[in-house]
């Protein structure tokens, strides 16, 4: 078993529409959340930032952790195509905090 | 700010040859990470590196892999001799924030290509 865990999808949606990515984890030494997205032939590039606990928003997207069940989200809402991309969801630990443990990504598609 | 600098963006290279990818981290910032990814593996740690020093290279995957930071301003990562399963887009990261685990910025990637 993986320690982080994301369907890959492709997970298609129409513009406008809320978008639910999620990732579960099986380490609880986990503090540090994260939401990467990648454009297709680009680097990731951070999205969202949360430590421990509790939820995160910025504009449309809202980070959640929900440490007790070990899953985490990224909520986009009022979704544009400009939002089709891969999400990565990224965690560490407080002892070896530069050592990212990735999830596989998902691919999402916003239909026009 | 230019962001993270990484050269060639495409390497076509036949097996047995040797192969050097480069990589500016952004000015100021003092950790630089090489990371490849692959559709079956993701994205791979392969070298963490913090004030010039190589603090973790667990992930490098064999002997033929090598990577130096002679300067706080450029970076390496070498393959010699290169096979086709080294084929993957090779990431170099760098960040300000000494030890933590988020505020990577990357660069966009050297696609390899081993034939």
């Known amino acids: 078993q993986k320690e982080v865990e994301q369907d890959p999808g492709p997970l298609s949606v129409p513009e406008g529409a809320i978008v639910s990515l999620n990732c579960t984890y099986s380490?609880?030494?986990?503090?540090?959340f994260m939401w990467y997205r990648q454009y297709s032939r680009k680097g990731p590039e951070l999205l969202m930032y949360?430590?421990s606990s509790g939820n995160k928003e910025d504009g449309r997207f809202t980070a959640q952790v929900d440490k007790s069940s070990k899953y985490i989200s990224l909520f986009i809402r009022d979704s544009q195509p400009s939002d089709s991309a891969t999400y990565l969801c990224?965690?560490?630990?407080?002892?070896?905090?530069?050592?990212?443990?990735w999830g596989a990504g998902t691919k999402l598609i916003i239909k026009p | 700010d230019a962001g993270v600098i990484q050269s060639p963006r495409h390497e076509v290279t036949e097996m047995g040859q040797e192969v050097t990818l480069r990589c500016k981290p952004i000015?100021?910032?003092?950790?630089l990470f090489w990371y490849r990814q692959t559709m079956m593996r993701g994205l791979e740690l392969l070298i963490y590196?913090?004030?010039?020093?190589?603090?973790?290279d667990s992930g490098m995957p064999e002997d033929r892999f090598s990577a130096k930071m002679p300067n706080a301003s450029f970076s390496t990562l070498k393959i010699q001799p290169s096979e086709p399963r080294d084929s993957a887009v090779y990431f170099c990261?760098?960040?300000?924030?000494?030890?933590?685990?988020?505020?990577?910025?990357f660069g966009s990637g050297t696609r390899l290509t081993v034939v």
């Open positions: 990261a760098s960040s300000g924030t000494v030890g933590k685990g988020y505020g990577y910025t």
């Open positions: 990224a965690m560490s630990g407080m002892d070896s905090n530069y050592q990212l443990i």
């Open positions: 380490n609880s030494a986990f503090q540090y």
């Open positions: 000015s100021g910032h003092n950790s």
């Open positions: 590196f913090n004030n010039n020093v190589p603090i973790d």
């Open positions: 949360t430590y």
